[in-house]
């Protein structure tokens, strides 16, 4: 049984990791955009209340956003543990998550950080924009404020978790298998896998 959350700036591959861990260690990989989607087409009465939000164009709020976490991870896949990605961004979320997995008699077990250097990140998004046609990842400008908001932002989780001593910092920069393996050797160190 395993319970990671995975940070990292934008373009540093959590998406990409976070599907090759939950492989790796049979568990489910939780994005919260993934939440919101599915219980929007499933047209769940949080789905609905998240669907006014995200069609006005607003984040969904905290409050609506952690129901949405806690209904996730109360279900049976997550049992023997899971990959949460993109959740929690503000302490305020972490502390929601720590209530909703205390109720559960958990805890999270260790903390991903994926470091990159923010100019490597810009040109790895540069690229991406190329194939996905995202307006919001073909802007240098752009991509370079939300790299800000992303360090603004996630600092206070990462002060939170190191002084738990939950953080692992993995260098999220290479070949895509060579990451996997150094975040797979930060958790045996930790006595995970």
């Known amino acids: 049984m395993v319970r990671l959350l995975l940070v990292g700036p934008p373009g540093a591959g959590k998406g990409t990791q976070a599907v090759r861990l939950a492989e790796a ?4 990989a939780i994005s919260t955009g993934d939440i919101f989607r599915a219980n929007v087409r499933d047209e769940t009465p949080l789905g609905v209340e998240a669907k006014g ?20 991870l109360g279900h049976a896949d997550c049992e023997p543990g899971f990959l949460l990605d993109g959740y929690p961004r503000t302490v305020d979320q972490v502390r929601a998550l720590d209530e909703v997995l205390a109720d ?6 260790v903390v991903v950080e994926l470091t990159a250097d923010p100019d490597v990140v810009v040109n790895r998004i540069l690229l991406r924009a ?6 919001d990842d073909a802007d240098e400008t752009v991509i370079r404020n939300r790299l800000d908001v992303y360090s603004r932002e996630t600092a206070p989780l990462i002060e939170v978790y190191g002084g738990r001593g939950l953080l692992v910092s993995v260098d999220g920069i290479g070949e895509i298998a060579d990451v996997t393996d150094r975040i797979t050797t930060a958790l045996r160190e930790r006595g995970i896998g």
């Open 130 to 135: 190329k194939d996905s046609g995202r307006s």
């Open 53 to 72: 939000f995200m069609d006005r164009g607003e984040y969904v709020p905290d409050s609506l956003t952690n129901a949405l976490v806690a209904d996730r």
């Open 25 to 28: 260690y049979g568990i489910p």
């Open 104 to 109: 559960q008699g958990n805890s999270l077990d």
